[in-house]
């Protein structure tokens, strides 16, 4: 069975800092891999997801994602975080097209002036 | 707008009362989901529905119950509410095939059992 784990729970980054926020999974075959993201009080927004081809994904907001087969992981990047960036960020992963996906604990994310 | 509606958006229940969350999509997916979500605990699976009048226990169904009712609308219901289930609870659907592959989410029912 499949298994997202997010090890940071808590990241603070400065104003116009680089982000990285680690994502490793467990799956046999290669998985469809999705970053969600959720302001406070509010609902989940996709940012990405990777299901095929390039290994290094575009999403919205600025943000990006590479896969690595060899490390089985997924971190999403941005290069300069903003304060509005300021939600939690969780990992999701799925075995085949049409069911469940199976979500990290998520990784909060704090931006400090 | 396109997307999954979910009612209603707080509620405050009294031990042992029951109440229906409502979820609809108007994306015409097949696959709908009931969620609970809890601080440190991410996202965790209550029940979901592959397909118009099949149901699935996920991994916290006790307590729980839910109705596909028609191709749209998913309800989950709770017939002696617990404080244990005080949450927050996302409805979700599924595009079909793997381009569309993702959940929509709705907004969530922030439900607190006293």
């Known amino acids: 069975a499949q298994s997202v784990t997010q090890p940071d729970i808590h990241i603070t980054v400065s104003e116009g800092a680089s982000l990285e926020l680690r994502c490793n999974y467990s799956?046999?075959?290669?998985?469809?891999l999705f970053w969600y993201v959720q302001s406070p009080g509010q609902g989940l927004q996709l940012l990405l997801k990777?299901?095929?081809?390039?290994?290094l994904v575009q999403g919205i907001k600025g943000f990006e994602a590479e896969f690595k087969r060899s490390q089985s992981s997924f971190n999403l990047r941005k290069p300069s975080v903003h304060w509005s960036d300021a939600a939690e960020y969780f990992c999701a992963v799925g075995a085949e097209a049409g069911t469940a996906l199976i979500f990290g604990k998520g990784t909060t994310l704090s931006v400090s002036s | 707008n396109a997307g999954v509606t979910q009612t209603p958006k707080f509620q405050v229940l009294k031990t042992g009362q029951s109440m229906t969350l409502q979820c609809a999509q108007d994306?015409?997916?097949?696959?709908m989901y009931w969620y609970r979500q809890d601080p440190g605990m991410g996202l965790r699976l209550i029940y979901y529905?592959?397909?118009?009048?099949?149901?699935d226990k996920g991994e916290v169904p006790n307590g729980y119950n839910v109705s596909r009712l028609n191709k749209r609308e998913f309800s989950l219901r709770l017939e002696s509410a617990a404080p244990s289930q005080t949450s927050v609870y996302f409805c979700?659907?599924?595009?079909?095939?793997?381009?569309?592959?993702?959940?929509?989410f709705g907004s969530g029912t922030r439900l607190t059992i006293v």
């Open positions: 994306m015409n997916h097949n696959s």
């Open positions: 979700a659907s599924i595009g079909q095939g793997a381009r569309n592959y993702g959940y929509t």
């Open positions: 990777y299901f095929s081809g390039d290994t």
């Open positions: 529905s592959a397909s118009e009048g099949t149901t």
């Open positions: 799956y046999g075959a290669t998985p469809y």
